[in-house]
């Protein structure tokens, strides 16, 4: 299993700041063939890509009897590393790069590490490249193109960093998967410098090709499939309640974050508030001043629970709600595969059918200026009717080849994707579970001490009773 790499603070000059800070409901989204990046020209981010995996929780916690099956790393060849994202500012443009860091025992790559600088859009690139050559296998989704709307300087860090994260699981899914981590595509991605892969880019399918697929493309989804087989009509069906689902959870989840946060912001004005009361209440300003302590105290653990969830939850369940839609246009590709495949059989079926019903009787003003006997034109005609036949015939086959490629592909790469997502999901929602249990029990563990402390005083001026 891929764990998801967390990074607990982004450097800013001197400072460090908590992310990421959450931007649901304040995105906009740009063209599709803008890579407009925004950021503040001196933004330098530092890469913190480790994960501790022996977070503290109760020794009593039944959670902590959970254990997961992972991929052994010595069955790994390939290591993939997304960091220190840098600005680039020239005439016409802005953006920013980030360091992509390889290492591999692979024989087929020339070195075993290799480091390369790449921008959004060439990640862009690499996706569009594994779809168009293998159109019903799942590539993870990259992340959204947006901006924040207003107070960009305020969040660019943030969504630098977001970005990085996204882009590092979105190299390290092709990494693992048995056909994308061979192709020829994310092998020049890893490894050509710049100038090189501008050139590879460009022996892509011209414009005029690719309109020509999505013509094609959207002919076909036109026509629709007739025999669709029962196994992709429940794939369909599975992802249509899946996306519902995840989208659903996904709003939720970022809807309690903001709620989380804004209790938070008023956990805040507590502590301070009690402090500040102590002053005037001689007889009470210890306990106030003790309950001031345990309020900043919890304000930490909420705070960094707030952080958790931005870190933890949040991307895996946004990451498998884009999912859906990636989903979706595999099995809209498989349809348009079929109902190629089923055009060419009917376009098949008509020419056999006009071969076999060919009229016997032709014009004889015609046969007489040409020079041939009725009998030598029908020949003539069946000889080219046969060969249009062979032809569409042949036609036909490759197209029952790629018909069975696809779904057999699609099958295959469909259940490795639901083990993923399986195994992603539970880890992240049990890591979740850990992270709640131990929040509430060190906020109980501070409210415990409080009263303990106060009915040790108690019990020392014999004055008040707790029981």
Known sequence: ????????????????????????????????????????KDTTVT???????????????????????EDAEDTKDIFVTVDNPESHVTAIETYITYRVVTKTTRSEFDSSEFEVRRRYQDFLWLKGRLEEAHPTLIVHPLPEKFVVKGMVERFNEDFIETRRRALHRFLNKIAEHPIFSSS????????????????????????????????????????????????????????????????????????IVREQKEYLEELKECGPTYALWSQSEEELAEPLKD????????????EEQVKNLNDNLIPVL???????????????????????????????????????????VLSLAWDSLVGRSPEEVKQQKQQKLKGEIKEMRDDLDKAEDRLEWANNALKSDWTRWQKDMRTDLRSAFVDTAERNVNYYEKCLAVWESFLHSQRTDAEGNGNVDFS
Do not use: W
């Not at 480790?50 to 902590?64: D, G, K, L």
């Open 184 to 255: 020829e595509d994310f092998k020049i991605f890893l490894t050509a410098a710049p100038g090189e892969l501008t050139s590879y880019k460009k022996q892509g399918p011209g414009f005029l090709s690719r309109m020509g697929e999505t013509v094609k493309a959207v002919a076909a989804a036109v026509r629709g499939v007739r025999n669709r087989p029962q196994e992709f009509t429940e794939m369909q069906e599975y992802v249509e309640a899946f996306s519902q689902k995840i989208s659903s959870l996904d709003k939720v989840t970022q809807r």
């Open 318 to 360: 946004h990451e498998y709600a884009l999912c859906t839609d990636t989903l979706k246009a595999v099995l809209r590709r498989r349809d348009n595969i079929q109902a190629d495949f089923e055009a060419k059989t009917e376009a098949l079926a008509t020419k056999k059918a006009d071969r076999d019903t060919e009229s016997k």
């Open 47 to 69: 890469d913190g890509s480790s994960f501790n995996a022996s977070m503290q929780t109760s020794p009593a916690s039944m959670i902590n009897q959970y254990k997961f099956e």
């Open 1 to 40: 299993m891929s764990g998801f790499v967390v990074d607990s603070t982004v450097s800013s000059g001197n400072s460090s700041v908590a992310i990421p800070t959450d931007i649901s409901g304040q995105i906009l989204d740009l063209d599709e063939d803008d890579d407009l990046e925004v950021f503040s």
């Open 291 to 302: 309950v001031a302590g345990c309020v900043d105290r919890c304000c930490k653990e909420t």
